[in-house]
């Protein structure tokens, strides 16, 4: 039974030049979008009570605190169900991330916000196509503070053109000194898509400096007391993610809107990715993979380590009927021979630097 859902939130004012994931400047479509979206909700989602909400993007900022009202309320949720939405610094208006804004989402439940800050460099986020600025950064980290949100989450983008790695450090350092309380760094990646993939940019951090600026961060916020849970993600003790950590235990959820996926009852799917064939048919899925045994052993280690506590070996084998150390001990070997790999009471995990080169890794337990 799905207890966690996803929602996404397809508009964006503009592209970030690093971007590829699926956002379109058509906000005159909002209102349709919306309305078709309720009705997706209401012919699948089964009244299951909800652990985590979560509304994706795009940029959920551009939508007004009523139209977050009005999806919220067709789910089963309790003062315990964890609702976060990702927000933009520059807001919905001109005056950004102001203090009614973020007042009015608290009301209405939202209680974990994730701000896309992914630099404090002014000049950095203008190369990058970011339409905020560092002080906007700053107001909204203040105005949700004092609107009453406790659990705020920063992103950050390391390896940004012409980012040092003490440029990054200072990032994180004014992160802490804001008070968040949950970090995510995400190494720039050039994806087909992007602007940057035909018009790739001048000075941007070679691979080893990419390492070097994750490795100093994963050291500075454990300095700081954050807990580094999983790879891309850090926390003081309570305010993980509940939903990506319903992703990465490999547990169902529901998927709403343009190119969400879902999994459920054994099958994953995506819906479409245009928004005008999503309004003429939200129940159409693009595509359905019903999850095979095999799938599900795979999906269960490779989402499993990207837990920085790693995977739990006794789990496994009894879960999927095998003898996990001996299926795989050839690729346990050789990794733990290189550093990449280390032994746990429970099992296994990645160490920093194997968090690093992690695909290549879990690259080898697939068949």
Known sequence: MPNNVYIHIPFCKSKCHYCSFISYPKLELKKDYLK?????????YNNEPLNTLYFGGGTPSLLEPEEFNNLIKHFNISPNTEITTELNPDGINSDG???DYLRSLYDFGINRISIGAQSFDDKILKQINRRHNSQQIISAVKNAQNAGFENISLDFIYGLPNQSEQMFLQDLKKAV?????HIS????????GSYFYNNRPENIADDDTQANMYLNAVEFLKSMNFRHYEISNFSLAGYESGHNLNYWNNKEYYGFGVAAHGYINGVRYGNKISIEDYIKNPLERAQERIETYKDKLEEEIFLGFRKMDGIDTANISSKFGINFEKKYSKILEKYEKLHLIEKTSKGYKLTPNGALVSNTILADFLE
Do not use: C, R, T, W
């Open 36 to 44: 078709i979206l309720e009705k997706e909700i209401n012919s699948i």
């Open 177 to 181: 000194q804001l008070g968040v309380k």
């Open 97 to 99: 991330l102001n203090f």
């Open 185 to 192: 760094l995400y190494g720039l990646s050039i994806e087909s």
